[in-house]
């Protein structure tokens, strides 16, 4: 079993499919060549799931643009590097474990607009933008995308087979999911990314 990630993963036994599960949350990421269940949930933020088809390699990341305001172009342009930043920590994983980059196929979620009322500019909406554009600049074919709409998303993706399955969340019985991204964007506009990341 290989694995690999740059946070402790929540590891749990998922009873409904009966299999190892890893739950990541805003700003994690995580990459496998065995069969565990890779489990999200997204508001406004944007998950994708990344495979080498032949090595049945597997990933998936969970990240937001940090920037709210895209009228002034330093945001813009900060905003989009870390969008960069978080797509190679993920890819520089599965390239660890042996992917190679030009297998890569994507599945791309999330970028719901969750928070009522922000439809101009909405954050979900660029990081929707963002990730189809990095990829189409990657040449990395998106084979399957779940993107914008209101409701948040729980994402279940199994990297041996490649499946995915989306669930919406049509109602919410707390504000975790708001909670666990407004905590998000604060940490990650204190700390910008530190360095570059070196893809091999």
């Not at 409904?16 to 805003?26: S, T």
């Not at 597997?58 to 937001?64: A, D, E, R, S």
């Amino acid at each position: 079993m290989s694995s690999s990630t740059s946070f402790q993963p929540n590891r749990y036994k998922d009873r409904h499919f009966d299999c190892d599960a890893v739950k990541i949350l805003p700003g994690e990421y995580y990459a496998t060549t065995d069969d565990t269940l890779i489990v999200t949930v997204l508001g406004s933020c944007v998950s994708v799931c990344l495979r080498d088809p032949k090595l049945n390699i597997g990933g998936m990341n969970h990240f937001l643009l940090p920037s709210d305001d895209s009228t002034t172009i330093s945001s813009v342009s900060e905003s989009a590097r870390y969008g960069v930043f978080a797509m190679e920590l993920l890819i520089n994983q599965m390239l660890k474990l042996g992917a190679d980059k030009n297998r890569l196929e994507a599945k791309i979620f999330g970028g719901g607009n969750v928070l009522r009322g922000l439809t101009l500019n909405s954050v979900g909406q660029r990081n929707a933008e963002f990730v189809v554009d990095y990829l189409k600049a990657e040449n990395i074919p998106i084979l399957a995308s779940d993107l914008l709409d209101e409701f948040p998303r729980k994402v279940y993706f199994f990297p041996e087979t490649g499946k995915v399955l989306v669930r919406k969340i049509k109602s919410l019985h707390n504000s975790t999911i708001m909670d666990r991204e407004s905590e998000y964007r604060m940490r990650i506009r204190q700390s910008k990314p530190s360095g570059e990341v070196d893809l091999f």
